[in-house]
């Protein structure tokens, strides 16, 4: 099975974001990744509900939804209305990781962990069984086009050891590029964001981009 590319909105022109969706879907993104920052959690403010709403129309892609904020369980409920497929919450976002889960699975949607570069595995443990995705941060979350952290290869792979047989996916987000790439998808990554590495260039690339991070 070849590996899943969610392009991040975040490098998009967000003059057009409408249009730029419409663009990754049409060469080929299989997801559609947004990046939901707060200037709390992460020290960057990107977008909201509102926005997702807005460009919901322009596909009928996966929206894998990734929340950097904090709190996050005030805000799932509108995410999830918005039109976000998969919802994902930080390990670190909160005292109740379980509770965030099992409030995104009452909603109908997929529910999503991120790991920050530096939290280990082991949060996982006690919620595999309440999760449909794992995301590794493979940059400290807040900014696109960062150099991809090196350790997290490592991180993938015990990850992808814990998950065992379960139908969880294991998504890197973070300085991904096809170099990098490659070392994630043999250490058990299912699905890669990437940010830069797809909207460079402009529209025409996109399709050559895409395909150049499936190798
Ligand atoms: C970082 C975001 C990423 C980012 C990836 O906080 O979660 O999704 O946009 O961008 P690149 O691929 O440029 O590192
Ligand atoms: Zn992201």
């Not at 403010?45 to 904090?70: S, W």
């Amino acid at each position: 099975m070849t590996v899943k590319i969610a392009p991040s909105i975040l490098s998009a022109d967000f003059a057009k974001l409408g249009e730029e969706v419409r663009a990754i879907d049409a060469a080929g993104c299989d997801w559609v990744h947004v990046d939901v920052m707060d200037g709390h959690f992460v020290p960057n403010i990107t977008i909201g509900p509102g926005v997702v709403k807005a460009i919901r129309p322009h596909t009928a892609k996966t929206f894998d939804v990734h929340l950097m904020i904090e709190p996050v369980d005030p805000y799932i409920p509108e995410f999830a209305a918005a039109g976000s497929d998969i919802i994902t919450v930080h390990a670190e976002a909160g005292a109740h990781l379980h509770r965030s889960l099992q409030l995104i699975r009452s909603l109908g949607k997929k529910a999503g962990v991120s790991l920050n570069p530096s939290t280990p595995e082991s949060v996982l443990e006690y919620v595999l069984d309440d999760l449909d995705l794992v995301l590794v941060m493979s940059v400290n979350p807040g900014f696109g086009g960062q150099a991809f952290i090196e350790s997290q290869v490592e991180k993938i792979r015990r990850i992808k050891a814990l998950i065992g047989t379960r139908p969880i996916e294991l998504e890197v987000d973070g300085g991904v590029n096809p170099e990098t790439a490659k070392r994630c998808i043999a250490a058990g990554a299912t699905a890669l964001v990437a940010g830069s590495a797809v909207f460079k260039g402009g529209p025409d690339a996109y399709a050559a981009n895409i395909a150049a991070l499936r190798g």
